[in-house]
């Protein structure tokens, strides 16, 4: 008797349903074959599909483009938009040509479309947004990114700038986002140069809410680099309202902390937070005042003080001392060495100053050098010496480095730790709204900005080709933006059920705050398997759901039929 030889094919499903889902809500596919230019009939698979794998890969489990079909050969294909036979044609080439589809189309109209059905579909508000940028850092030469036409559309400029990154030898992008305070949606976004200056982002962006909005009566947050004349002046003119940080350059800024070194404000207390991390650790207290300097242009500028920041303050000011002191004495070492290859004063004096303004310390330090010759003695004949020895005298320049702390400046800038201001033409709110507004919700760009590197790991991206890496980053904003609306729709549901956290931990334990990140391991086990023999299909099993797994779906409005892929 012939035995019988047996194939056993599992394919990963994953939280690939859930995506789909969300996917479908924003009619991304329709979107694509709507503005994507028209395909070769020839083409086995269009690049709509391939730029949809390319998406799913980015919102689950980031790849290189060359593994691109490894990771496509693990999933069931009709979950990621293909047929079984597409997935041996999918390849890193194909997903370049793809790009250059999607850098081709209209992505400006592109995203107002997504962005308008989006927050109709999900009923997003659109009362109040919050704005920040972060830098993408590049890795590779980019010879190309030089701002040329490319298929009659210009490209962006990828440069040497101001690296939040903190890698100032690589070139970069400016990624600039703009989320609303209704659960950290992505709004809009947009791409510029490397060199861009943040504070000219802005009065682009503000207008292209407004149209989004179809009115100006919204709030628009932002950092100390919304603080300019010119942005405040076009945002009150048009009667939008804004709510910002002075920056430190402003002159209200100098004049508030002179201020205080002969008054003693009358801060009044507005809240308490409790303590971030220790359960019984001491309360962040908030305190706010009205400035006894009018700002000059007539906005409405609040002081606050943490208590909190001011710990914060004081223990930064202590550790760059010290940090200070101990480079000051590597380098008084290096001075009384006797190899010491400092020969002039200036050149000490610059080696001082780079030490301060590295470790930002310099208003807090005073310093001496002292300047001196020191004399040393050789024969000038080689031999043991004797009574007749001729001796040659020789002098050395060195010099003397001495430190103290400046406690004069010291004590003055104790005065205003824990102060920071906040610039405002909104009347009609309460210091305390300004505050929330500002303190509560505009970390959640950060956040937003933290998924994208660090999660979804955008970067580096090795792409060779710049028009290509601006369709990439387009699809990178679409993953954030799933990542995003999946997290709002759990909690949201979650608040509605009256449910206060779910066991997402290790061991059963609860968590009141579930990201998408976390759902994504919960269903990172589920697989299909379908045994086969030969031709013919013996038996199929569908991934089996935990009653945690149903939990999620339920909330997230999804069928468990979803999850039994079809062949």
Known sequence: MQEENFDLDSKQVGVLPIVNHFLQRLQFEQLLENYLPPADKRVKIKPAQTLGVLLRNIII???????????????????IGLESRQLRLL??????RALDRLFEADRNSMLTD????????????????????????????????????ERGKPTLVACLGHSKDHRPDLKQLLWILTVSEDGAIPVHFKVADGNTEDSTTHIETWEVLRRLVGSEKFLYVADCKLCTRENLHHIA???????????????????FKEWLLSHIPQWEEIVRYPHPRLKDGPPNILRAMKSPIPDADGYRLIWFHSSHKMERDAQSRRDQIVRAFKELETLKNKLEGPRCRYITIEGVEDAVSKILTHTAAKAWISYHIEERQQASYRQEKRGRPGKDTRWRRSTKQRFGLTWEANKENIQADVLSDGVFPLVT???????LDILSCYKSKQPFVEKRHDLLKNTLEITPAYLKSISRLEAFLFLSYVGVTIHALMERELRNAMQAEELKSLRLYPEDRHCPAPTIVR??????????????????????FDPQLTQLQKQIIALLGVSARQFAAMD
């Open 114 to 149: 997504l962005v308008v059905h989006m927050v109709e579909e999900f009923r997003i508000e659109l009362e109040e947004f919050h704005n920040d940028s972060t830098t993408l850092t590049l890795h590779g030469e980019y010879l190309d990114a030089d701002g040329h036409i």
């Open 61 to 79: 489990s980031r790849s290189p483009l060359y593994s691109i079909q490894e990771w496509a050969e693990q999933m069931v294909p009709e979950l």
């Open 237 to 255: 003119e048009a009667q939008g309202r804004f709510i910002t940080v002075l920056p430190r350059t402003r002159k209200e800024d100098s004049l």
């Open 425 to 431: 033409n909104c009347r009609d709110l309460s210091i």
């Open 91 to 96: 390849n890193d080439d194909r997903a370049g």
């Open 519 to 540: 759902i994504i391991e919960v269903f990172g086990n589920l697989q299909r398997h379908i045994l086969s023999a030969g031709e013919t299909t013996v038996q199929r």
